[in-house]
């Protein structure tokens, strides 16, 4: 590949909060037209980085030189100025408003009279921008109705209208369907000829080769690594993220199947879920697939009394269960890792000490006074198994990591002694090192007896880990296979809607 | 660090704040050797007690004192006029001249400052007498208006003014206290000898203007055939008059307020009311401080001091 | 390690002491009335029925939800209070009925809130005037007063030289302390408005919860008013009018984040104490009324200014 010019140069970027330093004289060198990978293990500075970069953060020392000039980035105002634009994993728009004034939020193309807006100038340059995409969104549609995808591109619109030379973008697929990906990287490649530098952040792998040009690896807020991805291979960016060479990708141990421990028939939610019947035995690990909006963590949410439900029968270690709250769900021995795990999973301003006691606080509390040193003796012993990094056990956890986070979560339905555990996408956002970590739990769990139910958009995740396969369509079982016959073309084939094989 | 040099900068900010207000009070009080009396009222965002508060500022020099006013925010504190009190004892104050929030509320503190041998001298509204007994609690003296004599001055007006013959509003203060109950006993008394005076409502308005708003407009509708009104104050009687202008029916209602506050006695001389009751707070305010000043060289007061009563009309 | 990680974690209530040190210090500077012991235990007196409304506010708040009718809940606890006084019921039990009557105001507030999923703001907006006109209707508008001396005691006595209200004050605070650090009451009330969401997935019976922590927050409106009415010796219909509002000063003073999750009752103390030691310095210093207002809304400003800040530089 030819050498473009350096459109961005960041030299020396030192970040340091009190306590931690987040990032150590980070270098990290952009050129002109190019899909520029940013990998690392959550913590690793990454983000930290983008957002000095969008003029979100101040950094402590170091300089940014775009386009040649100096840059001093103190606001996303000036970010905007020098060309920057960043596309949040949790969109920064504002649902009421339509399209267009979302894309000229800020900046709305001024009529005759001061202070009206011009909106058909406005409504035409959004379409203009819309056009340039390839994509079919109306400017005056509400954002609030658009789907997921749709929504990205009125992102990328916003970046394009503000003539971004620069655009970050964090986690873009993530919520997509393989559709939408696929258009979204036409839309990538679009800007990349036309010169504009993406700066690309996935925990993807598959999506390094599929549309990067560069990769930057970073570690614990270093700059480890700039490669060009055509002479790379993938396990040798995985060592270098992780620091250590992984030898297992999916370490799966399979368990002989034990007795039922959940049997769910005919489960019915209007609109929802249609009659699902399934069971889980003990020892047993089962995927969940299925398309976004299939109705997956419907299925999951039903099950554990969290939504109501309009019929069905559930048995719990053969006797009939009513489950009609978490409460009485967690009673009878389930757990639900939720999918999102910010805004269901943790109490994000408790400490890892409470978070991990919090579904079982009756164990450590006589009279309802809690005891603080049974409570942390547990804690301790499940922070060390799950190897959560927090530099003690009071660290909020609001302060960890994405994966450390989700460590909690798990230490959680651990301290509870669940052995019905449901697992609602558990590596979404997670680095590599500590995937393989809680597939290595999984199977932990499995070998000691428990069952667990996993959801999971990742289909090498599925394939890997389960014991046996479901397969959602539109709210109800399209189909299910054994880990043996399971591939990945069956699997899409009836998440789809075709019939199975 | 950045975390620890923040409270800093808000703390050195609020001591500033404070320093600045130490220095405003600083050539009020302290350091010049006078007497120091403290005035107290109810509230000063009311005209009546502003007015008390410039008698009183008038008399302190002639006296020889040095004064300070205080008062709470809103006229029912009383809670937080007791602290205001409490708070003046402990800063050794040498006289009291109270404004009593609540007839029976203020006794506790009374006997405060009796403890700390400060004399307390009552204006306008009178501390419980039962109370005060019950509570081994003394006062100095009480100046005030008497209240009764007040509100059958304005009876006897509206029975000659209306010819014995009218459908009567009356608007009254917060329940319970002494000052609008001994007014409105006094407005009773004067027309109950009159069997054409008829009081069709009476409601309070809690000695407030907007209340004395709504409440009137809310009588007006229930009773379309009020030709007259009383108000226990001109407050309520002001807010009533816009509440009436409002309707449309200014000049069809005979009115008589009380306090006769500059903003009453101007709207008497255009028509709009027909009288109120003058109780002159200024002189209140004046009368209290030259007692207190006479107080702590040695002379005893008599036990009430009254100060008179005229109708403006 | 340990220890500086705690500093920074406390760093908000070291701020807000720091504010009451220095505070003091000033005062004690302008006027030499400030710093007697008689004072001190004046100002400890007038800070009593502030404090311990903001307890309750303090675990509503950090339940993420609010109370705007402890003010009237108070009034309408010392007027039935004040009336079975009135009518030769014996003194515990009066006082009981007090406590009982707030805490049945507030438990309502909690079914409203909890069980019909009204915002706490419209709920207790709501109980705010329904709490006052009830006790207007029962005294027909009239205080109650002249209560005998052993109920008086309550804010007249001492203890060892510590005058009862305040003695009440501190064992509410420890009581308070303890229930939010190292109960499950207190930790689920941090759960509830740190992650409602995720306190319900994880089996805490929220609503119930809620119903309990308004029910304390009304029953401690109801012990507030015990003292207030021995203090003043009339229980009055109109008492505690936006004294809501000066306890959740107190509460945001002292750190206790109004987005819910984060906060504690040790910081509320010296929130009120703040706003009390501030009254009362500028009583002493004979500053006019109307600024002395302006003052007060300045530290309100200011303590939330610095949460802000403090909250900026953490991320």
Redesign the interface.
Known sequence: MNERPALLQMQGITKR???VVALEEVDLEVRRGEVHFLLGENGAGKSTLMKILAGA?QRDAGTIIIDGCISELRSPREANDAGVSIIYQEFNLVPHLTVAENIFLGREPAARLPGLIDRARMEQEAQQRLTELGVVIRPDAVVDDLGVAEQQMVEVAKALSIDAKILIMDEPTSALTNQEITRLFHVIRTLRDRGVAIIYISHRMEELHRIGDRVTVMRDGRHIATRELTSTHLNELITLMVGRALTEHFPKVAVPAGEELLRVEGLKRTGVLHGISLTLHRGEVVGLAGLMGSGRTELARAI?G?DPVDGGRIWVRGKEAKLDS??A???LGLG?L?EDRK????????DVT?NTC??N??RF?AA???S?GQEMAVAKKLTADLRVKT??L???VVNLSGGNQQKVVLA?WLCREAEILIFDEPTRGIDVGSKVEIYQLINRLAAEGKAVLMISSEMPEILGMSDRILVMHRGSIAGEFSAAEATQEKILHCAVGAKAA | MKTSFLPLLVTVLAAGLLAGCGRQAKDAPDGSGRPVVALVVKTLNNPFFIEMQQGAEAAASAAGVQLIVQAAEREVDVERQMQIIENLIQRKVDALVVAPSGSREIVPVIVKANRAGIPVLVVDTRADAAALQAAGGQTAAFIGSDNYEGGKVAGEFLVEKMGGRARIAVLEGIPGHETGDARLRGFRDAIKDSPGMVIIASQPANWERDQGYNVFQNIMQAHPTVDAMFAASDLMALGALEAIAAAGRTGRITIVGFDALPEARAAVQRGAMAATVAQDPASMGRIGIEWAARILKGEIPPDEISVPIQLVK | MKIPNRLARNARQFGTFAVFVVLCAVISILTPHFLSVSNLLNVAQQTVINAIIAVGLTYVIISAGIDLSVGSILAFSGVVMGQALGAGLPLPLAIAAGVAVGTGCGAVNGLLIAYGRLPPFIATLGMMSVARGAALLVTDGRPVSGFSESFRWLATGEVMGVPVPVLIMILVYVAAHFVLRRTKFGRYTFAIGGNEEAALLSGVPVRLYKLGIYAVCGGLAGLASVILTARLNSAQPIAGLSYELDAIAATVIGGTSLMGGRGSVVGTLLGALIMGVLRNGLNLLGVSSFIQQVVIGAVIIAAVLLDTFLKNSKR
């Open positions: 909060y009190p306590g953060v554990f969290a978490p409460r769900a967690i009673a639900f939720t805004r269901q999973g943790l109490v994000l301003g408790l409470a919090l579904a606080l009756d509390s309802g006074i809690v603080p530099p003690d009071h660290q909020l959680k």
